[in-house]
């Protein structure tokens, strides 16, 4: 089973309710819930989630979201190594650099999905657009089919 990192904004735009982007998170989503995908986050997403929802809702309300988003995805851990692996990197923005790192050192990533392809330019994990992972599951769903017969 492929295993996906979801950035931040993935994520919030499916919080959001960010049109059209969130359709293609929904079906995301709810390939992690059906144990067709595992999908990741890390813990700087978490928080960077709860700071900007929590600007607009209540604390209980935001829980209550980010609750439900942890019960269909698995928390990438973080340590010193990811620091400073990040500080070294050369990645200009640092919040990407953490999620890369802890990605590549901790959870076997097969990709991961943002809006923000061009801040993974060096990523040594495949870096996709939500649609354009959609589009290579439905491939391989259709090819995995054709085998089968």
């Known amino acids: 089973m492929k295993r996906v990192l979801f ?3 993935v994520l919030l735009d499916f919080l959001f309710d960010r049109k059209p982007f969130s359709d293609n998170t929904l079906k ?9 995908l595992i999908g990741f986050l890390t813990p700087v997403i978490f928080s960077n989630m709860y700071y900007i929802l929590r600007q ?3 604390h209980t309300c935001v829980k209550e979201k980010l609750g ?3 019960s269909i995805l698995r928390v990438i851990p973080m340590n010193e190594q ?3 692996l990040s500080l070294n990197s050369s ?34 994990i495949p870096v996709f657009l939500p649609s354009e992972w959609l589009a290579a599951m439905a491939q391989d769903i259709n090819e995995s089919t054709i085998l089968r017969k």
């Open 28 to 36: 995301l989503l709810l390939a992690c819930q059906d144990k067709k």
């Open 56 to 58: 607009q809702a209540s």
């Open 7 to 9: 950035d931040t904004d």
């Open 91 to 124: 990645f200009k923005d640092m919040e990407d650099a953490l999620q890369y790192f802890s990605a590549l050192k901790s959870a076997n990533i097969d990709a991961i999905l943002t809006r923000n392809t061009k801040d993974f330019k060096k990523s040594a």
């Open 68 to 70: 439900v988003l942890l």
């Open 82 to 84: 990811t620091v400073q």
